[in-house]
């Protein structure tokens, strides 16, 4: 009987055969490729969850693309957690095809989780998933989160020179997400000035160690970035947040 692979059944969305297939391989498993003693069907499934395509992009890029839901991801990931972190020959990681290929919420959340860095990660167009969120005009909590997770990006340019402000603004995206986009711009830059004064105050001080090559540019972002303390919910917290300052004011 003829055998489907796992990137076709990817392909055509049947989620449940995917999970089925998925199934056949153990958690944790240890299996060699080459012991024929193996079930052949976990074999085959697990070399599989392995191979790269023509522009190396293995299995979970593939399934990124489709808009999986959550626990078909959580079983890619658990065969192959190697693969988040990832990028194939354009420098895209799965943060950058699941922001590309209009991925929910939690599918994007859920990948920053597992990987931090890949919201900052630049493609060979260098662009960061941000600047792919505003030309696909993600929604506003993806959009949210990625700058928690990266908020340099909110300031770096692709190979065109422009900022994902820049694109927002070209593609029309809608007020919220550019005031959003223009808020955390104003914040990141502040947080910088901050950061760096900071930074020179407690070494000077004696209270921190010189960083070895000095206090560099590379040094105040990442600290910047750190002091905005990505997690899970954060972004929606934000937006309580900002719906409740709102209600103060208009109560007052």
Same mark, same amino acid.
């Given at each position: 009987?003829?055998?489907?692979?796992?990137?076709? /059944?990817?392909?055509?969305?049947? @989620?449940?055969?995917?999970?089925?297939?998925?199934?056949?391989?153990?958690?944790?498993?240890?299996?060699?490729?080459?012991?024929?003693?193996?079930?052949?069907?976990?074999?085959?499934?697990?070399?599989?969850?392995?191979?790269?395509? &023509?522009?190396?992009?293995?299995?979970?890029?593939?399934?990124? @693309?489709?808009?999986?839901?959550?626990?078909? /991801?959580?079983?890619?990931?658990?065969?192959?957690?190697?693969?988040?972190?990832?990028?194939?020959?354009?420098?895209? *990681?799965? /943060?950058?095809?699941?922001?590309?290929?209009?991925?929910?919420?939690?599918?994007?959340?859920? +990948? &920053?989780?597992?990987?931090?860095?890949?919201?900052?990660?630049?493609?060979?167009?260098?662009?960061?998933?941000?600047?792919?969120?505003? $030309?696909?005009?993600?929604? +506003?909590?993806?959009?949210? *989160?990625?700058?928690?997770?990266?908020?340099?990006?909110? $300031?770096?340019?692709?190979?065109?020179?422009?900022?994902?402000?820049?694109?927002?603004?070209?593609?029309?995206?809608?007020?919220?997400?550019?005031? /959003?986009?223009?808020?955390?711009?104003?914040?990141? +830059?502040?947080?910088?000035?901050? $950061?760096?004064?900071?930074?020179?105050?407690?070494?000077?001080?004696?209270?921190?160690?010189?960083?070895?090559?000095?206090?560099? %540019?590379?040094? +105040?972002? %990442?600290?910047?970035?750190?002091?905005?303390? @990505?997690?899970?919910?954060?972004?929606?917290?934000?937006?309580?947040?900002?719906?409740?300052?709102?209600?103060?004011?208009?109560?007052?």
């Amino acid at each position: 009987m003829f055998r489907k692979s796992t990137s076709r /059944l990817l392909d055509e969305k049947k @989620w449940d055969k995917v999970r089925d297939r998925l199934n056949e391989i153990p958690d944790h498993d240890n299996t060699d490729l080459k012991n024929q003693s193996s079930p052949r069907s976990m074999r085959t499934s697990k070399l599989e969850l392995s191979k790269t395509d &023509i522009i190396g992009q293995n299995i979970l890029h593939r399934c990124l @693309w489709n808009q999986p839901p959550l626990d078909v /991801l959580e079983s890619i990931v658990r065969h192959n957690p190697e693969n988040v972190a990832t990028a194939d020959l354009l420098g895209q *990681t799965a /943060l950058h095809v699941a922001v590309m290929s209009y991925c929910d919420f939690d599918i994007v959340e859920r +990948i &920053i989780e597992l990987h931090p860095h890949a919201a900052l990660k630049a493609d060979e167009q260098c662009c960061c998933p941000l600047h792919h969120a505003m $030309t696909n005009q993600s929604s +506003i909590n993806i959009v949210a *989160t990625l700058c928690i997770a990266a908020p340099s990006t909110i $300031t770096s340019v692709d190979s065109q020179g422009r900022t994902p402000l820049d694109i927002a603004r070209y593609y029309k995206a809608p007020v919220s997400v550019v005031r /959003l986009l223009e808020n955390f711009s104003k914040t990141y +830059i502040k947080t910088l000035e901050q $950061t760096e004064a900071q930074v020179e105050r407690l070494v000077l001080n004696g209270k921190m160690e010189l960083p070895k090559g000095g206090i560099t %540019e590379e040094v +105040i972002i %990442e600290m910047a970035n750190e002091s905005f303390g @990505w997690r899970k919910g954060r972004a929606l917290e934000y937006f309580n947040l900002k719906r409740s300052q709102r209600k103060k004011q208009i109560t007052r």
